[in-house]
């Protein structure tokens, strides 16, 4: 991908702010519907640590599905975090389960 060169105000555990060199990229996203919409994302080498397995047969034996119903990464890295001006396209919570959450996108 092509991207512009932007210095990101980054603010970090502790309230300390540093300033990274990144770029701003324009990421297409397509909604269920077909719809798509450009959203501005920037770059960081890495967002977070590998996400851990998970095992989908004690997540739905909790919220009382099957484990095909649940739609998720199994392991990896996180690729996109979607800030709060998208906000719509954020999860919502459907049940809880103590502090375990079933959500919807």
């Known amino acids: 991908m092509k991207g512009k060169p932007v210095k990101l105000g980054m603010v970090v555990v502790g309230g300390q702010s540093t300033l990274v060199d990144s770029f701003m990229f324009t990421v297409t996203l397509i909604r269920k519907d077909g ?16 996400i851990e397995k998970v095992n989908l047969d004690e997540i739905a034996r909790i919220f009382h599905m099957r484990p095909s119903e649940i739609s998720r990464p199994q392991k990896g890295e996180i690729d996109l975090l979607i800030g709060q001006q998208y906000a719509a396209f954020h999860p919502a919570r459907v049940e809880e389960s103590g502090h375990l959450l079933l959500m919807k996108n």
């Open 35 to 50: 719809k798509s919409i450009d959203v501005e994302a920037f770059g960081i080498e890495k967002i977070s640590s590998e």
